[in-house]
């Protein structure tokens, strides 16, 4: 878990740990939803620095402007954004994990029912699985 080079990337990527370790927290103490709910802003974070380690330095600014709106939050937009930077292919098995976790929705921050424990712990196995890989890319 060392800094990521690209200066842009660093607040993104101490963000996701950050964010994973609250969402944890969460999760110890039976709290799901707002565990997943925090653990997707890790996997949104993540993706945002690691698409910023990935962008040539000229570009980086003009990149982060662009984490605005609906779309800041979309994995997808943010996987072809890193793909477009040059990032190395994803794993078959992080492609599996996005399958889990491309579920996660900022909307989730109004859902008043607690998901069920076994949802989180796939989430949280799925999430574990991306943000390890990233890391491994900065």
């Not at 599996?96 to 949802?119: C, D, H, I, M, P």
């Not at 949280?124 to 991306?130: D, E, K, P, R, S």
Request: aromatic share 12%; proline share 4%.
């Amino acid at each position: 878990m060392a800094l990521p080079r690209a200066l842009e990337a660093r607040p993104f990527y101490q963000s996701a740990w950050q964010r994973l370790e609250d969402a944890r927290y969460l999760l110890d103490v039976k709290r799901t939803t707002g565990a997943i709910y925090l653990a997707g802003y890790a996997v949104e974070c993540m993706l945002k620095a690691l698409v910023l380690a990935a962008t040539p330095p000229g570009r980086r600014r003009a990149v982060v402007d662009s984490f605005r709106g609906a779309k800041a939050h979309d994995f997808e937009w943010l996987r072809a954004l890193y793909l477009r930077a040059g990032g190395a292919p994803l794993t078959p098995a992080v492609v599996r994990a996005f399958g889990v976790v491309n579920r996660w929705s900022t909307v989730l921050r109004y859902q008043a029912r607690a998901a069920k424990w076994a949802e989180a712990q796939l989430f949280f196995g799925a999430v574990h699985q991306i943000t390890d890989w990233a890391d491994a890319r900065m």
